[in-house]
């Protein structure tokens, strides 16, 4: 490495690759500071951190040796928020507090006035990623879901959505109803639990609620859960959305026969019912619409890609299945450009 007798490699491996020769030459100061030089010119690069330390502890444990030194370089958890808006005037340190605490380095969720902007301004203030999922457009969201409760919360909505490393939404039948609302929240759990599990962590879910409530996330996958009890109920102003029906997940297969409409609640026995040929997309259905879900382009796009011996899934439904299906972990498998734009195809580790 001294001598630039290498392939070519990112900065960080080259100087994890020192810092590890360090450690095998049991030289465990110089390859602390090694180590500490790459996190430092390389700070985002946290899931080939992670496998660094994996590494490290294997050596270390081989030897006999104390890993203590390598927790200052510890992976920072990735969470996902999420709780009621028009929050009372103390709940807001108690949720800037929790952040503190996850010291979250990706932090995923929407951005209702109340709970969502407080836990993103608060992982913002602790240097972390932040990563949004609206169920609907920003405009229709913010005069939704922000607006109502003061023009303070749509200053501070408007300043995280700049700030946000990524924002994205959805657009789904019936407009933003709490069932969008399910579908965006569990695309961002899914997100949260992929990005802990690239980190061989968990995620953290952070959820406010009001006092004696119950918000567990419906999540199977494993998590550490970090619950905080509001005073009080929900605001007056605070309007519910309407809710014409859940999320579901949609099955095509390679026979004529109708789609199979699998509710979200149902998904974790989804993967058990899958045959080759099957793709799978998520939306937001109408009583009565399963009929005309042949015509989304999204899943047009799928099943032009469909072959025997694959299962194929959109991004969305992808992220349901990695939140609710834990032993199901889908994998990109490219993008294909659909009639709407981009479409984002993910293969599942299906056995038949």
């Known amino acids: 490495i001294a001598q630039g007798r290498h392939g070519g490699e990112t900065p960080y491996w080259l100087e994890a690759t020192r810092a590890e020769a360090l450690l095998l030459l049991d030289k465990t100061a110089e390859a602390q ?11 985002h690069a946290r899931e080939d951190r992670a496998a660094t330390l994996r590494q490290f502890r294997r050596i270390i444990a081989m030897s006999g040796g104390d890993d203590g030194w390598l927790d200052e370089f510890a992976v920072r958890p990735v969470m996902h928020f999420r709780g009621p808006m028009a929050l009372p005037g103390s709940a ?44 609907g457009p920003v405009d229709l969201f913010r005069q939704c879901s922000v607006e ?5 919360w749509a ?7 700049d700030a946000a490393s990524s924002v994205e939404t959805i657009d789904e039948a019936g407009g933003l109803t709490m069932a969008a609302v399910r579908l965006a929240d569990d695309m961002a759990m899914g997100l949260a639990v992929a990005e802990a599990l690239a980190f061989g962590s968990v995620p953290h879910m952070l959820r406010a609620r009001w006092a004696g409530g119950s918000d567990a996330p419906l999540l199977k996958a494993p998590h550490t859960l970090v619950t905080i009890d509001l005073p009080g109920r929900m605001h007056p102003q605070v309007e519910a959305l309407a809710d014409p029906a859940e999320p579901v997940l949609i099955v095509f297969g390679q026979d004529d026969a109708p789609p199979r409409i699998v509710p979200l609640s149902q998904l974790p026995h989804l993967v058990d019912s899958l045959r080759w040929g099957d793709v799978i997309d998520a939306a937001v259905l109408e009583p009565g619409q399963s009929g005309e879900v042949q015509d989304s382009p999204r899943l047009s796009t799928l099943w032009s890609l469909a072959e025997p011996q694959m299962v194929l899934a959109s991004r969305a439904a992808a992220l349901l299945i990695m939140a609710q299906c834990p032993d199901c972990r889908p994998v990109l498998a490219g993008v294909a450009e659909g009639a709407d734009g981009p479409v984002e195809i993910f293969e599942l580790p299906f056995q038949g």
Do not use: Q, S
């Open 148 to 152: 109502p409760l003061g023009p303070d």
């Open 33 to 43: 500071a090694a180590l500490r030089h790459a996190v430092k010119i390389a700070p």
């Open 155 to 161: 200053e501070r909505f408007a300043a995280l959505i």
């Open 92 to 135: 807001a340190e108690a949720i800037t507090a929790a952040v503190t605490a996850i010291a979250p380095a990706m932090a995923y969720g929407a951005l209702a006035a109340g709970t969502d902007i407080v836990a993103a301004e608060a992982a913002l203030a602790m240097g972390a990623e932040l990563h949004i999922i609206l169920p």
